[in-house]
């Protein structure tokens, strides 16, 4: 099964790893790039067919506890809206989730 997901984050190192990067990476489904300005990593992407799981993110993090100095990641699931709005030539109706 697949959903839709936004995914944003940040990751600094301890150590340079090109394994964890890439093993980061699968579990994300999105590139991880270097921003120079702030010497760490980050991510950012939105995926129609994800399958991002908190919970495979997690054991990544675990198993290369050691080498990571810092990491934040945010996943936002886009199936239910924040928002809906509905149009029917005699009313319009908006519904806000909080």
Known sequence: MSWA??????????????????????????RIRWDNKFKEYYF????????????KIKEVIEKWKDYIDYFDCDIYYLGDPGESL?????????????
């Open 5 to 30: 997901t936004m995914i944003v984050g940040h990751l600094r190192l301890k150590k340079e790893n090109e394994r964890l990067i890439k093993e980061l990476e699968d579990v994300l489904e999105c």
């Open 86 to 98: 509905f149009y029917d030539k005699k009313w319009v109706y908006c519904n806000i989730i909080r």
């Open 44 to 55: 950012e992407d939105i995926n129609w067919m994800s399958h991002v799981e908190g919970k």
